[in-house]
């Protein structure tokens, strides 16, 4: 059976939450994930905005997998951008389309919303989602280097004064 895919709601939150482990396993930070599920459930489904909202593909009731964005409301070009956070199918739901469903949806939102661009990162060792990113349309962006601050050197310059 073809999973359907939805929003997530509060209840996924038990579900949702072995998916995302699941991912920092796959990506290799397990070892900073923070994530539980009086986390997931506050900056989900309690704030107002919520910080993150969540697509899933529910197979009678047992998710496969989850989709995870956030909007950027000003951008260049006026319009806002989905920014995609997290895309993660489960090993035993692959090559049923899932992931390919779950970005479809992500899309649809994107235009629901006036979004001008969906964006997302892929780690450069992840060939095969490389692939199946290219697969569906996309782009690997040859100007934009992705930069980061965390840590020690967050902590730094947060704390720097000249």
């Not at 923070?34 to 998710?63: I, K, S, W, Y």
Request: contains cysteine; aromatic residues 10%.
């Amino acid at each position: 059976m073809t999973p359907s895919i939805r929003s997530a709601t509060e209840q996924d939150v038990p579900q949702l939450l072995p998916l995302m482990r699941d991912l920092a396993a796959f990506e290799q930070y397990l070892d900073v994930f923070a994530v539980n599920e009086d986390v997931l459930r506050e900056q989900g489904f309690r704030n107002d905005p919520p910080d993150f909202h969540a697509l899933v593909a529910d197979a009678d009731g047992t998710l496969v997998g989850m989709l995870v964005y956030y909007l950027v409301p000003f951008t260049a070009t006026a319009r806002p951008t989905l920014y995609i956070k997290e895309l993660y199918v489960a090993e035993d739901a692959r090559g049923q389309r899932v992931g390919e469903g779950l970005m479809r949806a992500a899309a649809r939102e994107a235009t629901t919303r006036g979004c001008g661009a969906v964006r997302w990162t892929v780690a450069n060792w992840n060939t095969s989602g490389q692939r199946f990113y290219e697969r569906l349309g996309a782009q690997a962006n040859p100007v934009w280097i992705d930069y980061g601050l965390s840590g020690p050197a967050l902590t730094a310059l947060a704390e720097t004064t000249t």
